[in-house]
């Protein structure tokens, strides 16, 4: 069984900065792709950002430049450092895990979420 487990979220000025962490545990595959999306209230899920475990990364347009993902392939913990952050990225962020997509034994996990929450 895996489980993601996020902290970080909380409410914070328009232009501060908060950093999410998110530990993944159990059987984890070692080629995989950590990421956070977020939902804001009557809004879909939206991808925020990706890192492959070989590091590659993916960012949604709406946070490049302001947002960074990091992670330790040690720990299968993924980070996201959010700087400048604006009252459009208040929302429930949700930390993801996958690997094999497309294949017999793909799989994808979800967090709990964290509510981020910027003030104006």
């Known amino acids: 069984q895996v489980q993601l487990v996020e902290s970080g979220g909380g409410l914070v000025q328009a232009g501060g900065s908060l950093r999410l962490s998110c530990a993944a545990s159990g059987s984890i595959l070692s080629t995989n792709v950590m990421g956070w999306y977020r939902q804001a209230p009557g809004k879909q899920r939206d991808l925020v950002a990706t890192?492959?475990?070989?590091?590659?990364?993916n960012y949604a347009d709406a946070v490049t430049g302001r947002f960074i993902i990091r992670r330790d392939n040690a720990k299968n913990t993924v980070f996201l450092q959010m700087n400048s952050l604006k009252s459009e990225d208040t929302a429930v962020y949700y930390c993801?895990?996958?690997w094999g997509s497309g294949t017999y034994y793909s799989r994808n996990y979800w967090g709990q979420g964290t509510q981020v929450t910027v003030s104006s």
């Open positions: 890192i492959t475990s070989g590091g590659s990364t």
């Open positions: 993801h895990l996958k």
